[in-house]
C-alpha cells in the first residue's frame, strides 16, 4: 500500500462518523418526509396514497401563504442583525487590545 493511498484511507476514517452523522439524522429523515408527503394519513385510520393532492392543497392554503410570508419577513430582519452583532463581536475579539 502506497503512502498516498493510506492517507486517504486515514481521511475517510476520519470522516465516516460525520457521514455517518448526515446520513442518519439528516438524510434519511428527510427522504422519509417526502416519502410521506404523498400519502394522507391522521395518525389513527388507515394510510392512504394521495399523491400531490396533499401539494395542491397546501398551494391553495392561506394560512400556508402567511407562515411562509411571516417566516421570510422574521429571516429578513433577525439574519442581517445577527451577521452585524456577530462580525462586530469577531472584529472586536481580534483587536490587540483583547487579544493580549
Known sequence: MSAASNRNK?????IAPAMAFLA????LPTVLGIGLSFFRMDGIGPTAFAGSDNY?????DHVAWLSL???L???LMT???GLALALGIALALHQK???S
Not at 442518519?24 to 438524510?27: D, K, L, P
Not at 395542491?56 to 391553495?60: C, F, K, Y
Open 69 to 71: 410570508e411571516n417566516t
Open 10 to 14: 486515514v481521511g475517510w476514517d476520519f
Open 79 to 81: 439574519l442581517p442583525v
Open 56 to 60: 395542491r392543497r397546501l398551494a391553495g
Open 24 to 27: 442518519v439524522f439528516i438524510a
Open 73 to 75: 419577513i422574521y429571516v
Open 97 to 99: 487590545w483583547l487579544a
